[in-house]
């Protein structure tokens, strides 16, 4: 199975620290976490369209956890995309200065493991699974 269904499938939620760049394929790892922490220098940049070629895990999961608007800013323009307007879009869920995205991005780790001690389920993205949970099917 492909990294992207384990993450889809994943019961804990992922966290995500964003240094420096990702670009095309680690654009779609960072975009499949559940919270990403951006460093204030970092970019997100999704440019197979220069290329001619398809971004399928990229559009697949913008289109899973954004709207069309941002994900046709992303997978359409294909320029980078600073940290500042990546929290903009909602697309990270932080920016802290460079030097502290590793260890924030633990903190928040930490916090939600602590929390919940293994019994942590992200919030879903898909109707039928969010109404299945609203109807108390499992």
């Known amino acids: 199975p492909s990294v992207h269904a384990e993450i889809y499938k994943c019961t804990v939620p992922v966290v995500l620290a964003l240094e420096k760049y990702a670009i095309n394929a680690g654009a779609a790892l960072a975009l499949a976490s559940n919270i990403v922490v951006a460093g204030e220098t970092s970019f997100l940049q999704v440019s197979e369209i220069q290329i001619g070629v398809a971004a399928p895990m990229n559009q697949a999961w913008l289109h899973l ?8 800013r992303l997978t359409l323009l294909a320029d980078r995309i600073p940290a500042a307007e990546l929290l903009r879009l909602c697309v990270v869920t932080e920016v802290v200065a460079d030097d502290n995205v590793l260890p924030r991005a633990n903190e928040i780790a930490d916090r939600i493991a602590a929390c919940h001690a293994g019994r942590v389920t992200p919030v879903a993205s898909d109707p039928a699974a969010i109404a299945a949970a609203m109807l108390g099917a499992s």
Do not use: T
């Open 65 to 72: 956890r954004h709207s069309p608007a941002v994900a046709d």
